[in-house]
């Protein structure tokens, strides 16, 4: 299986397992709790850059700041980009993470509206210098700018193999949503990501689907 395929099936995979379920419970929470956060941050394995004792600020931050910011967006913009990079900034300055919070914002940002918001994530970021297009670290506008200049050939490539949301099976998932969860796996293999790792998710999803 190559790179486009595996990244094709693990982004419908992850988005019909944890990855997706726990961006449902933030997106749709009226307010974030430690029981909605926590399991968030193990998915995309952000406990140890938030730690338990910053974990009331971080809650305060996001509710009273970074969540109506990042729903204010329901198209990707530049604005909406740089919002991430604002907010990071404020994090830091009212102490609410241990360093710049570009990643965690960025994901919770995806899971509130991820057509709008692309993961920030340090693979991506060395598959993208390798590309050609190196992104200064916590420059998100930027990241997301380099990101989405690869997107039209990768979709050729799942095209080319027919692969989609339709043809996988990825009931609930659109094929827009489809495109940029499986170039962000694609990215992430590119820049060294474990494609072991990677079909452990696929294979435990697909053998379900089947049975």
Known sequence: MDDEEVAARAAVACWHGREGQTAAAIRTANALDDGTLKPFLNVWILARSNPLAMREELLRFLNTHAMPAIRSFSQPSDEAYRVIETLGHSAVAEKATRGRPTSTLSKVGHAVSPLVFIPYDRRVRLALGKLGKGVRAHSYCDYMQAVL???????????????????????????????????????????????????????????????
């Not at 799942?158 to 495109?179: K, Y």
């Open 149 to 211: 200049s690869e997107k039209a050939g990768f979709v050729r490539k799942l095209e080319e193999r027919g692969l989609s949301a339709e043809s996988l099976n990825a009931s609930g998932m659109s094929q827009a949503l489809f495109e940029v969860r499986a170039l962000d796996k694609w990215l992430m293999l590119r820049g060294g990501f474990s494609k072991d790792l990677m079909m452990k998710d696929v294979r435990k999803h697909f053998k379900m689907v089947s049975q």
